[in-house]
């Protein structure tokens, strides 16, 4: 119970963090079967600390924790720690609004959205380094997301064709859980501006609305799939969904968006 953050490492194997500081992963077979589970803390004495975004990229994981504001990087192979570091951009977060989407750009840039804080610009709070927050952790560009109606971000993915897809939730008394899928151009990103996205899906009604807050992209072209992951709260009336939605289209891959110009030294990429 409790997940959050969802990354792809390999065909059907899913890595995915959790509320209480956990690394799990799992292998989903062609039926629906689960197997090759396994668990176990970030690091010791994390537990209870509330990871709620992940990234894999190479031969590393970054973890986001939105509690502590910090982002830990692992070795992929042996899944220890290796470096950690909080950026002093974050620090002024709200507890339980902090990081809750993040992802590594092409280039090597990460992109992070706050779930709770409040950008400059009344929008929610988002961060754009210039490379590794772990080796560069003041190189960062500060702007404003523009969520509108969709809710807040609970986690974003990189698209084939270069742009972003972001996943937002929104919950009310009478209509319960709504997700909104939604499609950002990262070139578009600029120091101190609002960013904004067009949406691309809704998800509510009882069969498959929950409280997603993982997300990730597999495939490409007519084989694109989106896999949404929701977090139960450990709440035995919520449901852990692992949904995966063919896009038979797919995204527009001849339309590839330029890079985003973050300031930074070059060695942070």
Same mark, same amino acid.
């Given at each position: =119970?409790?997940?959050?953050?969802?990354?792809?490492?390999?065909?059907?194997? $899913?890595? @995915?963090? =959790?509320?209480?500081?956990?690394?799990?992963?799992?292998?989903?077979?062609?039926?629906?079967?689960?197997?090759?589970?396994?668990?176990?803390?970030?690091?010791?004495? %994390?537990?209870?600390?509330?990871?709620? !975004?992940?990234?894999?990229?190479?031969?590393?994981? %970054?973890?986001?924790?939105?509690?502590?504001?910090?982002?830990?990087?692992?070795?992929?192979?042996?899944?220890?720690?290796?470096? /950690?570091?909080?950026?002093? #951009? @974050?620090?002024? %977060?709200?507890?339980?609004?902090?990081?809750?989407? @993040?992802?590594?750009?092409? *280039?090597?840039? $990460?992109?992070?959205?706050?779930? =709770?804080?409040?950008?400059?610009?009344?929008?929610? !709070?988002?961060?754009? $380094?210039?490379?590794?927050?772990?080796?560069?952790? *003041? #190189?960062?560009?500060?702007?404003?997301?523009?969520?509108?109606? @969709?809710?807040?971000?609970?986690?974003? !993915?990189?698209?084939? *064709?270069? /742009?972003?897809?972001?996943?937002?939730?929104?919950?009310?008394?009478?209509?319960?859980?709504?997700?909104?899928?939604?499609?950002? *151009?990262?070139? #578009?990103?600029?120091?101190? !501006?609002?960013?904004?996205?067009?949406?691309?899906?809704?998800? #509510?009604?009882?069969?498959?609305?929950?409280?997603?807050?993982?997300?990730?992209?597999?495939?490409?072209?007519?084989?694109?799939?989106?896999?949404?992951?929701?977090?139960?709260? $450990?709440?035995?009336?919520?449901?852990?969904?692992?949904?995966?939605?063919?896009?038979?289209?797919?995204?527009?891959? +001849?339309?590839?968006? /330029?890079?985003?110009?973050?300031?930074?030294? +070059?060695?942070? /990429?």
């Amino acid at each position: =119970g409790g997940l959050s953050g969802l990354a792809l490492t390999g065909d059907r194997r $899913f890595l @995915m963090t =959790g509320d209480r500081g956990s690394l799990i992963g799992i292998t989903l077979a062609p039926g629906g079967a689960v197997r090759d589970i396994a668990i176990r803390p970030l690091l010791p004495g %994390w537990r209870g600390i509330d990871s709620e !975004a992940i990234v894999v990229a190479d031969t590393r994981i %970054w973890v986001a924790s939105e509690q502590r504001h910090d982002i830990l990087r692992l070795s992929a192979s042996e899944g220890t720690p290796v470096d /950690r570091v909080r950026p002093r #951009a @974050m620090r002024g %977060w709200p507890g339980n609004g902090g990081a809750e989407a @993040m992802l590594r750009l092409p *280039d090597g840039r $990460f992109l992070i959205l706050a779930e =709770g804080a409040r950008g400059r610009a009344a929008g929610t !709070a988002a961060l754009l $380094f210039a490379g590794d927050p772990i080796a560069c952790p *003041d #190189a960062v560009t500060a702007f404003d997301y523009d969520a509108r109606d @969709m809710g807040r971000v609970t986690d974003a !993915a990189l698209l084939p *064709d270069g /742009r972003v897809l972001l996943l937002h939730r929104k919950v009310g008394p009478l209509r319960g859980w709504r997700s909104t899928l939604a499609i950002a *151009d990262p070139a #578009a990103i600029g120091a101190g !501006a609002i960013w904004r996205s067009e949406p691309l899906a809704r998800i #509510a009604g009882y069969a498959l609305a929950e409280n997603y807050e993982g997300l990730a992209i597999s495939g490409s072209g007519a084989a694109t799939r989106i896999w949404l992951l929701s977090d139960d709260n $450990f709440n035995g009336l919520q449901r852990t969904l692992l949904l995966g939605l063919d896009w038979p289209q797919g995204p527009r891959t +001849s339309e590839r968006p /330029r890079a985003p110009r973050v300031p930074g030294p +070059s060695r942070c /990429r």
